[in-house]
Nanobody, 117 residues
């Protein structure tokens, strides 16, 4: 089985920064992509950022220019550097590891990010 574990969430003031980490472990052989999603209460889960095995990245419009996703392929770990945080960034952030079309994807349990003064 594949395990996905996030860490790094917490309380931060507006304008501050946080770095989230996500590690995939277990029966991971090929990992095509990893991504960060977030979900605020009463809202749908939305894409924050994703990174493919070749290094290409995608970002949600609301975080472009503020967030940066990076990946350590050797350790099956992805990071999300979040700068200039806003109250509207408050959400539970989930990590997703997409292994392949055949093996599917796996979700972490989420880590809470709260942006408030």
């Amino acid at each position: 089985q594949v395990q996905v574990v996030e860490s790094g969430g917490g309380l931060v003031q507006p304008g501050g920064s946080l770095r989230l980490s996500c590690a995939a472990s277990g029966s991971v052989f090929r990992l095509y992509a990893m991504g960060w999603y977030r979900q605020a209460p009463g809202k749908q889960r939305e894409l924050v950022a994703s990174i493919i095995s070749d290094g290409s990245t995608n970002y949600g419009d609301s975080v472009k220019g503020r967030f940066t996703i990076s990946r350590d392929n050797a350790q099956n770990t992805v990071y999300l550097q979040m700068n200039s945080l806003k109250p509207e960034d408050t959400a539970v952030y989930y990590c997703n590891a997409y292994l392949s079309w055949v093996r599917g994807d796996y979700w972490g349990q989420g880590t809470q990010v709260t942006v408030s003064s």
